[in-house]
């Protein structure tokens, strides 16, 4: 059987070096979920490094959440889990985002979901609408109840996302989405802010049904210009008010 590892030069990190050959090993699915990779004695030799590279090429895979490693029983490769990505990138952000964390993420927002809209409006499945038009609805029941009404928000979003058809938007997506549960409270204080909410979801969601993708960019991108002013003037009354 011929071995997907080769013995590797020694002007870079050795443990870089073998785990970034197991895991492109696993990307191009030599080695499958579930699969137990080769003992550290092995790897060692097919590599012609020392076990203590092999060890910590396994705990960088391990903390990507590529492999499972199980004392007393060997490495396996693990079931890929969205979350492995999506969980480091957010936190990342987080730290990253300071104090004008939210104005920054509403400019990424201003960015994205424009053309995010557009593709969704053009590649929409007679699903995607049902789950579109449920967090409308859900949106309206919880107007009063703006904690609720928030997440039924964000899940518009996130089902617009998924509607694009193209399985990276919501992968980018995620964690920005992730984020707005801890801003968009803020904004959703503002007089008439969830009536506005509630008019531009419904007119997106026209435009989705129209299959209108230059509609439901501009509705889009007006939506979010909206909200980008109102972060402004959160931001400035509080500094107003400090």
Not at 72 to 101: A, Q, R, T, W
């Amino acid at each position: 059987m011929n071995s997907p590892f080769m013995k590797i030069e020694r002007e870079e990190s050795l443990s870089h070096k073998v785990e970034r050959q197991i895991r492109d090993a696993i990307s191009q699915k030599i080695f499958l979920p579930g699969d137990k990779l080769p003992g550290e004695n092995e790897l060692a030799m097919r590599f012609g490094v020392s076990r203590t590279a092999i060890r910590e090429a396994m705990r960088l895979l391990a903390g990507r959440g590529l492999v499972d490693i199980r004392r007393g029983s060997g490495i396996y490769v693990s079931d890929i889990d969205v979350n492995h990505i999506i969980d480091p990138f957010y936190f990342m952000l987080e730290i990253k985002s300071g104090d004008k964390g939210f104005l920054h993420l509403v400019n990424v927002r201003l960015f994205l979901e424009p053309e995010n809209a557009r593709l969704a409006a053009l590649h929409r499945s007679e699903e995607d609408l049902v789950l579109l038009q449920k967090c409308l609805e859900e949106m309206k029941h919880n107007h009063d109840t703006p904690s609720e009404m928030i997440k039924n928000d964000i899940e518009f979003h996130r089902t617009l996302a998924i509607a694009s058809k193209n399985p990276i938007i919501p992968i980018i997506m995620e964690p920005v989405f992730r984020l707005l549960y801890k801003f968009i409270s803020s904004t959703y204080r503002q007089i008439h802010a969830p009536d506005l909410a509630i008019e531009n979801h419904t007119l997106i969601l026209h435009a989705c049904r129209a299959q209108d993708g230059d509609r439901a960019y501009n509705i889009m991108h007006k939506h979010m210009t909206e909200a980008r002013e109102h972060v402004r003037l959160l931001l400035k009354t509080e500094s107003s008010s400090s």
